[in-house]
């Protein structure tokens, strides 16, 4: 088996497993960073949401403890091959690069990782959107009982009858600058700090997975923040997807980042980023699952 399919199919599973383990999490995040944006809650129908524990206890009692898992089979769906692509791009971009010294070239070999990873990031994007489309609409409704959507498949029908196919790539500009950086940092500064991880390569598994752990969560909470404005666009703007174009609240990426900050202040751009750092810990677990992954199947170049 090639190193390649080795690595899609190891980022595919890890990535799949941690989403499901973190789906509450994710949830709560979107919910919280698009209810300015949410027509149910604009209008007053469905009161906003104070806080991560006023959401966390409302979700569970007005839509039940399986809501929290909404949209989780549509994440899967976007994220196995998101994932897969990631690392199997990223590993096959970096060997692109000329080989660099750690020790004695640590600009060039920093370069390298953030450069493979945000490109990585930027590729797989592009192939899975309306996936990641339909994923934040999905776990966006607020309705208990009645929902907007009935699923994957309808979600990305009435989009496309209302907006047409190019709605389902609403936001992918500000997706695709935003990605970069994330993916950049995600992948670039895990790779660097394995990189001098002295247990990187140790015997005993709870050490090794343990300091990998510790290098991918400050990882995993470096690249959320340092993306998260521009995320908060794209949901905001994926948010009105499936509406006619005369009805849309923001005109493009920087009509939405003009007005959320006019209107709401620049720190609306972060809504939810405590949910969201409360959910790097399923960013750090598919890289520790990846790394352990391919280790075992001895591909592992770290």
Not at 63 to 76: D, H, K, M, V
Not at 163 to 183: D, W
Not at 222 to 244: F, H
Not at 287 to 297: G, Q
Request: proline share 3%; hydrophobic share 40%.
């Amino acid at each position: 088996m090639s190193d390649f399919i080795v690595n899609f199919l190891a980022g595919g599973v890890s990535g799949a497993v941690a989403k499901t383990c973190t789906a509450p999490i994710e949830r709560v995040k979107l919910l919280i960073q698009t209810q300015d944006a949410n027509p149910k809650i604009i209008s007053g129908e469905i009161a906003r949401y104070t806080g991560i524990g006023n959401c966390f206890s409302r979700v569970a009692s007005e839509q039940g403890i399986p809501a929290f898992w909404r949209g989780n089979f549509t994440n899967i769906l976007r994220y196995f091959p998101t994932q897969a692509f990631n690392f199997a791009f990223k590993d096959t971009i970096k060997d692109m690069f000329p080989k660099a010294n750690k020790h004695t070239e640590f600009g060039k070999f920093f370069a390298i990782n953030m450069a493979s990873g945000g490109l990585a990031g930027a590729g797989s994007l592009m192939i899975v959107y309306p996936l990641d489309y339909a994923r934040t609409r999905l776990a966006s409704d607020v309705g208990g009982a009645e929902k907007q959507f009935n699923g994957l498949a309808d979600c990305l029908k009435k989009t496309v009858a209302n907006g047409g196919v190019g709605a389902l790539y609403n936001g992918i500009g500000v997706s695709i600058a935003g990605i970069i950086p994330y993916r950049g940092v995600y992948f670039g500064l895990f790779d660097t700090l394995s990189g001098y991880n002295p247990y990187q390569k140790d015997e005993s598994t709870l050490l090794r997975a343990g300091s990998k752990f510790g290098c991918a969560q400050a990882s995993a909470i470096s690249a959320g923040y340092a993306s998260y404005p521009m995320d908060t666009v794209r949901r905001r703007l994926q948010m009105q997807s499936e509406k006619p174009q005369s009805e849309w609240v923001y005109k493009g990426t920087m009509d939405c980042f003009s007005k959320i900050m006019a209107t709401e202040g620049t720190s609306a751009l972060f809504k939810g980023a405590g949910a969201n750092a409360l959910r790097t810990v399923g960013a750090a677990m598919v890289l520790v699952l990846y790394s352990e992954i391919t280790r075992a199947m001895g591909t592992d170049s770290n």
